[in-house]
């Protein structure tokens, strides 16, 4: 090895550390072994919030203070300012008076032999609870007049968010002779948004009538609505003069579809089938009627 070359690894010795050296020794914590909880705002116990509550006073039994009968708006405003807002509260809350009248069918029946006419419509007046309420229902032919009309007075007391309980008198126009009828029934919303209706009739005369009908409204669309409906009617026993045969008597079924226009103005189109039933078939035949008919239906169902 020359010279020059002992002379350049000798400087590089020089310059370059030892490896121990070049490893840097950590650094101590210089608060290492202070005890520092006592020095102020150093305590990091649990806030107040956390702590046990407790009241340094004994045990009682004392009555709690009534709560207070009247209103800070009492203070401020008249008496016959609140007076009239109070008012208006209870009606919007309970208290309110409405009314409603609705059709529910009203049409025009294309049958063979003869067309008709048909109608079923209510109306109400009263509130949440308490209701009057007037019922008609009908049907004639074109050409023959009307061939039964009833008009039925009831209250209507609601039994609970879904049903009312109805109660008074119904009175025949047609057939005569006339006949008057202490009513009793039902209506409400099952399950499913079926809508039914039920009641019981005793006439003047002791005969017992019953009648039952349901309807239930299927959406196609928003406005298109499709309606099954179905009406029986019952008879406790015969009656002659209004040919009317003991059981079933009568059986409607019928299927329209309405489009609404608006929600209170709809008109339909559907088809109908009138039945006679059981001993009132018998009628029928001895007055040269048909016992039972299909009717292409187009009507207005309508409220306001």
């Keep these: 090895m020359s010279r020059l070359h002992l002379l350049a690894a000798s400087c590089l010795l020089a310059v370059s550390p030892p490896l121990a050296a070049q490893t840097a020794a950590p650094a101590s914590d210089p608060h290492a072994g202070h005890d520092m909880s006592a020095m102020p705002g150093m305590d990091m116990g649990a806030p107040p919030e956390q702590a046990t509550g407790g009241t340094a006073l004994p045990a009682g039994n004392a009555a709690a203070p009534s709560p207070p009968t009247d209103h800070y708006a009492d203070r401020i405003f008249p008496p016959a300012e609140m007076a009239r807002v109070r008012d208006a509260l209870s009606r919007e809350h309970g208290r309110g008076t409405f009314y409603q009248v609705m059709f529910n069918l009203a049409e025009y029946q294309a049958r063979k032999g003869g067309d008709g006419y048909r109608w079923d419509g209510e109306a109400w007046f009263g509130g949440d609870i308490n209701r009057l309420t007037l019922k008609s229902e009908g049907e004639g032919s074109v050409r023959g007049g009307v061939d039964s009309a009833e008009v039925q007075a009831l209250y209507s007391r609601a039994i609970d968010p879904y049903w009312n309980l109805q109660a008074g008198v119904r009175q025949d126009i047609r057939p005569r002779p006339a006949r008057t009828y202490a009513t009793i029934g039902v209506e409400g919303l099952m399950p499913y948004l079926l809508e039914v209706e039920g009641a019981l009739f005793l006439s003047d005369k002791g005969d017992l009538l019953a009648r039952a009908e349901g309807y239930y409204d299927q959406r196609i669309t928003q406005r298109l609505i499709l309606q099954p409906r179905i009406e029986l009617n019952f008879a406790a026993r015969d009656v002659p ?64």
């Design 241 to 304: 003069e209004d040919r009317i045969g003991s059981g079933l008597s009568n059986a409607e079924l019928g299927l329209r579809l309405r489009y609404e226009i608006k929600r209170e103005f709809a008109p339909y189109v559907g088809v109908s089938y009138d039945r006679k039933v059981g001993d009132t078939t018998s009628y029928a035949r001895q007055d040269g009627e048909h016992v039972g008919s299909t009717s292409l239906v187009i009507g207005l169902r309508s409220w306001f």
